[in-house]
């Protein structure tokens, strides 16, 4: 992926002592912002939150083909949702009001000084949509994992309407024009005559 990085993070990149941390924007009906910093990291006017829920994000690898990247990102389920009133991630997850299939999640890497502070602009690292989680429950913990795979992810599915006539009917129930599509495809003649 092309990208642009910003001159004084590329300055702070060079200091023997680095701080790195990833920023996560999941953009669910109401957008929640998650790092992996033991603090709350500000960048603009948007703080993301360092409260221990975002536990590990796989590690981003890059190609010049053309094919589905897919990362996990792991987080505690046993973590208060902030803003939700005391709601638990999984409950968030779950909840059928909530539609967090193909929500989109972007993950930023940011190198911060010794005031915690963002350091010249942070990088999107990767992006793409929420394809599928499983939790995982213990007598010590709980974890979600997201699978997140890029917009290549839906490129190799086959779109379109099947002729038969139930497929007919989710678009109008009173056509019977495919009633008998599959006898009239016995009958034509392909090719020369």
């Known amino acids: ?26 953009n669910f009906p109401t957008v929640l912002y998650k790092t992996d910093w033991s603090h709350d990291i500000i960048d603009g006017s948007t703080t993301y939150d360092g409260d221990g829920l975002l536990l590990r994000i796989d590690s981003v690898s890059e190609s010049s083909e053309v094919r589905v990247g897919t990362l996990n990102v792991e987080l505690s389920g046993a973590m208060p949702v902030s803003g939700t009133n005391g709601s638990y991630m999984w409950e968030h997850l779950t909840n059928a009001s909530n539609k967090f299939l193909n929500t989109k999640v972007t993950i930023y890497r ?70 008998f599509a599959a006898v009239t495809v016995k009958d034509l003649k392909w090719g020369r005559p």
């Open 110 to 179: 940011a190198f911060l000084d010794a005031n915690e502070s963002i350091v010249g602009a942070k990088i999107m690292i990767y992006e793409g949509y929420i394809d599928g989680f499983d939790m995982s429950e213990s007598k010590n913990e709980s974890t979600i994992t997201l699978s997140v795979a890029s917009h290549w992810s839906d490129f190799e599915r086959k779109s379109g309407r099947y002729t038969n006539p139930n497929s007919q009917a989710l678009f109008n129930s009173s056509d019977k024009g495919f009633d």
């Open 1 to 26: 992926m092309a990208r642009t990085i910003n001159a004084t993070t590329l300055a702070e990149i060079d200091n023997d002592a680095v701080s790195m941390c990833h920023l996560v924007e999941f």
